[in-house]
């Protein structure tokens, strides 16, 4: 398994941006999808955004049009590019792989994105 490693969290004032890395060991783009959910304490992971087949990619209606999912496969590393962030977008931040259709996903660790108001 590809274990994956996010960085890029912090705190940031409401209407800024941040920018998420992920990256791993292995290929993070052996696997068929890899993304982003987001998790604050006490509550459900959420969403946020998919690549499918390195092509195709999906977002929550909570951060479309403000948040944006890409990859560098030269780089192995993929970015979760966060702009006019609001105080609900504080979470932490967690990327994730799928190796295959069917199998559960790997997680890293996560990040904290603190957005004060």
């Known amino acids: 398994q590809v274990q994956p490693v996010e960085s890029g969290g912090g705190l940031v004032q409401a209407g800024g941006s941040l920018r998420l890395s992920c990256t791993a060991h292995g290929s993070i783009f052996s696997g068929v999808a890899m993304g982003w959910y987001r998790q604050v304490s006490g509550k459900q992971r959420e969403w946020v955004g998919t690549i499918i087949g390195g092509t195709t990619i999906d977002y929550a209606d909570s951060v479309k049009g403000r948040f944006t999912v890409s990859s560098d496969m030269r780089e192995n590393v993929m970015y979760l590019h966060m702009i006019t962030l609001k105080p609900e977008d504080t979470a932490v931040y967690y990327c994730?792989?799928?190796?295959?259709?069917?199998?559960?996903?790997?997680w890293g660790q996560g990040t904290q994105v603190t957005v004060s108001s």
């Open positions: 994730f792989t799928r190796r295959a259709w069917g199998a559960s996903p790997t």
